[in-house]
Every structure is written in structure tokens, then in C-alpha cells.
């Protein structure tokens, strides 16, 4: 039950990101193919403005040193290179590409009634899981 | 009011929201936005397996699993309240490419003539739905973030192995979209 109230606020975070995921087409299949073409700059625009939004957020979290509404000090973890984000990467692409959906996407899709979805995220899933298997022996 | 929200949104509009999650997940309690995480938590959760990157303690991270919870709700609510009854207008080229597939039905945010339950033991609905999550999911974790977590997140703290992933990213999504998919939708 603690655990439900304290993570209430991030469903509800959710819930607005998932409403301007769909509304903003960020979450449609054709959408993602346009961008991979080149043929619209609609999600070059949202990507694009939504990490100036989110460079400025942290640099005035960093500058003026804002606390969390608990009071605590906000950590930013910075993120260590290795060859995964060369070779994952391009899997994940080719993945982004043929579904049409990272993974946040998957969940708003079925969210809408596209129940069929639920495989391709069982599927996702499955993949997660099978890295986690192999991990030790891919290059990184 | 209600009929300019249920309009599709513009870029100006969704972006900045979408980047406003990052301050905002960080003041409610600390937490850095990413999505693909919930998905190996999931592993952790229910079929762990004795494989030492799936052994945490996943609940301490639960926050994730109720952040993508409530981005399906929102899909829901959204289709409920504020859906949009016109199909997606996309580039006309981008149209009649489609047409060549098969593809004609724009109604929705999946492409229904290939994504549909039936579709789903054909050699293209497996490629696409059941061997595309795989890729998304393997291919997430071995670069250790998705869109969210490296494109947005990463980037926002100005961090160049998020750069390189991002970068890597797109490469691989141009090569499929280009150069493998047209292949696969032709079968």
C-alpha cells in the first residue's frame, strides 16, 4: 500500500505523457516511417524541442541548485561509454524503424486499443531477457 | 476547447511537454526519465532465472513500472476522450509508397493492415511485430537506453555516449526504413 501512494505521482506523470505521446502522433506507426525518410520534420521538431526543454530544465536544476519536493539533493548519473551504444544502438534502430515504436510507445499503442501490440511488447520483453542471458559474452 | 485538443498537437506544443518530464520526474523524487528500463525490471520481476543482471531488488525501482502504467492509461484516456476521428496525414509520397505494400488504412496509430491478429503467423506479421520488439528490446538494453533515456535524458545532461546512441540510432533506423523494411512489406 506505502509503495502505491508513493509511486501514484509518477502514474500520474504517465498519464500526461502518454496523452501528448498520442495526440502528438509521436506513437504512430507512420509517423516513425516519415521521420526515417526524411519526409516531415514533425518528430525532428518534438525530439529536437524536447531536449532543449530538457537541456534547460537541468541546467537551472544544476545552477540554482533545486531540491526535490522532498528536500533532497537531485543526482544526475552520468552515462559511461561502451559498445553497446554502437551496437545496441543500431539494433534498436532497426527495431524503432520496422515496429514503429520504442518502448514507451509500445505501452501507450495498447493503451488505445491496439490489443495486438501486447505481442510485440511480450516480444520486447523476451529480447530484454535474452540480453540479460547473453550479456557477458557480447562485446561492450 | 475540447475540439482544438483533440486536433493532433503540434511539434511546439508536444515536444517541450515531453521535455518537461525530465525536470519533472527529477523533483518528484529523484528519478532520471527512461523507459526501457521498466522492461528489463519486468524481467526481474517475473522470470529473473538466476542471471545476475536480472538479480536486484526491481522494487525499489517500481516507480518505473507505475510511470509506463500510466502512459498505457493515457493512451486509453486520450482514445476515449480527446481521439481525433480523421486518419494520420502524412507526406503523400510517403502514401502511394505505402499503397504499394498494401498499406491503405490510415485510421489508426498502428498500421492495421499489417499489425492485426490474424496477420500475426505470416512470415511479415512475425517480422514485424514479433522479430521488430525483439530488436527493440535486445537493442535497447545493450546500449543501455532508449529514446528516452539516452535521446532525451541523455542529451539534457549533456552526455556524449548518449550522443554516439542517439547518432546510432537513427543510422539504424534509416538503413531499415530505407533499405530492409521495403523488402519485408514486399513479401
Redesign the interface.
Same mark, same amino acid.
Given at each position: 500500500m506505502k +509503495?502505491i501512494m508513493?509511486?501514484?505521482?509518477?502514474? @500520474?506523470?504517465?498519464?500526461?505523457?502518454?496523452?501528448?505521446?498520442?495526440?502528438?502522433?509521436? *506513437?504512430? $506507426?507512420?509517423?516513425?516511417?516519415?521521420?526515417?525518410?526524411l519526409?516531415?520534420?514533425?518528430?525532428y521538431?518534438? *525530439?529536437?524541442?524536447?531536449?532543449?526543454?530538457?537541456?534547460i530544465?537541468?541546467w537551472?536544476?544544476k545552477k540554482f541548485n533545486?531540491k +526535490? *519536493?522532498?528536500g533532497?539533493k537531485?543526482?544526475?548519473?552520468?552515462?559511461?561509454?561502451?559498445k553497446?551504444?554502437?551496437?545496441?544502438?543500431?539494433?534498436?534502430?532497426?527495431? $524503432?524503424?520496422?515496429?514503429?515504436?520504442?518502448?514507451?510507445p509500445?505501452?501507450?499503442?495498447?493503451?488505445?486499443?491496439? +490489443? @495486438?501490440?501486447v505481442?510485440?511488447?511480450?516480444?520486447? *520483453?523476451?529480447?530484454? $531477457?535474452?540480453?540479460?542471458?547473453l550479456?557477458e559474452r557480447?562485446p561492450h | 476547447m475540447l475540439e482544438i485538443?483533440k486536433q !493532433?498537437?503540434?511539434?511546439?506544443?508536444?515536444?517541450?511537454?515531453?521535455?518537461?518530464?525530465? !525536470?519533472?520526474?527529477?523533483?518528484?523524487?529523484?528519478?532520471?526519465?527512461g523507459?526501457?528500463s521498466?522492461? =528489463?525490471h519486468?524481467?526481474a520481476a517475473c522470470?529473473p532465472?538466476n542471471?545476475?543482471?536480472?538479480k536486484y531488488d526491481w522494487?525499489k525501482e517500481?516507480?518505473?513500472l507505475?510511470?509506463?502504467?500510466?502512459?498505457?492509461? %493515457? #493512451?486509453?484516456?486520450? &482514445?476515449h476522450f480527446?481521439s481525433?476521428p480523421e486518419p494520420?496525414v502524412?507526406?503523400p509520397?510517403?502514401v502511394s509508397e505505402?499503397a504499394g505494400y498494401g498499406i491503405t488504412n490510415?485510421n489508426?496509430?498502428? !498500421?492495421e493492415d499489417i &499489425?492485426?491478429?490474424s496477420a500475426?503467423l505470416t512470415v511479415k506479421g512475425l517480422?514485424?511485430?514479433?522479430? %521488430?520488439?525483439?530488436?527493440? #528490446?535486445? #537493442?535497447? =538494453?545493450?546500449? #543501455?537506453?532508449?529514446?528516452?533515456g539516452?535521446?532525451?535524458?541523455?542529451?539534457?545532461?549533456?552526455?556524449?555516449?548518449?550522443l554516439?546512441?542517439?547518432?546510432?540510432? &537513427?543510422?539504424? %533506423?534509416?538503413? &531499415?526504413?530505407?533499405l530492409?523494411?521495403p523488402q519485408?512489406l514486399s513479401l
Amino acid at each position: 500500500m506505502k +509503495t502505491i501512494m508513493n509511486n501514484f505521482k509518477y502514474l @500520474v506523470v504517465g498519464v500526461l505523457f502518454g496523452v501528448v505521446f498520442v495526440k502528438s502522433e509521436v *506513437i504512430s $506507426w507512420f509517423r516513425i516511417q516519415e521521420m526515417f525518410r526524411l519526409q516531415s520534420f514533425h518528430m525532428y521538431g518534438i *525530439i529536437g524541442s524536447a531536449v532543449i526543454v530538457g537541456m534547460i530544465s537541468v541546467w537551472l536544476i544544476k545552477k540554482f541548485n533545486i531540491k +526535490t *519536493i522532498y528536500g533532497e539533493k537531485i543526482e544526475l548519473h552520468p552515462k559511461t561509454f561502451n559498445k553497446g551504444q554502437i551496437y545496441g544502438s543500431l539494433i534498436f534502430g532497426f527495431g $524503432w524503424a520496422i515496429t514503429g515504436a520504442c518502448p514507451g510507445p509500445l505501452f501507450a499503442q495498447i493503451g488505445t486499443g491496439a +490489443t @495486438v501490440i501486447v505481442v510485440t511488447l511480450l516480444s520486447a *520483453i523476451a529480447g530484454t $531477457w535474452v540480453y540479460g542471458l547473453l550479456r557477458e559474452r557480447l562485446p561492450h | 476547447m475540447l475540439e482544438i485538443l483533440k486536433q !493532433p498537437w503540434p511539434w511546439y506544443i508536444a515536444g517541450p511537454l515531453i521535455g518537461l518530464t525530465v !525536470p519533472a520526474l527529477l523533483i518528484l523524487g529523484n528519478k532520471s526519465f527512461g523507459i526501457s528500463s521498466s522492461l =528489463r525490471h519486468i524481467c526481474a520481476a517475473c522470470l529473473p532465472a538466476n542471471i545476475p543482471f536480472f538479480k536486484y531488488d526491481w522494487k525499489k525501482e517500481a516507480w518505473n513500472l507505475f510511470f509506463v502504467l500510466g502512459i498505457l492509461l %493515457g #493512451g486509453t484516456i486520450t &482514445m476515449h476522450f480527446l481521439s481525433n476521428p480523421e486518419p494520420v496525414v502524412v507526406n503523400p509520397k510517403l502514401v502511394s509508397e505505402l499503397a504499394g505494400y498494401g498499406i491503405t488504412n490510415f485510421n489508426n496509430l498502428v !498500421p492495421e493492415d499489417i &499489425m492485426n491478429w490474424s496477420a500475426l503467423l505470416t512470415v511479415k506479421g512475425l517480422l514485424v511485430m514479433v522479430l %521488430g520488439g525483439f530488436l527493440v #528490446g535486445f #537493442g535497447t =538494453r545493450y546500449a #543501455g537506453g532508449c529514446t528516452s533515456g539516452h535521446a532525451i535524458m541523455g542529451l539534457s545532461n549533456l552526455q556524449w555516449p548518449s550522443l554516439v546512441a542517439t547518432i546510432c540510432f &537513427m543510422i539504424g %533506423g534509416f538503413l &531499415m526504413a530505407n533499405l530492409i523494411l521495403p523488402q519485408i512489406l514486399s513479401l
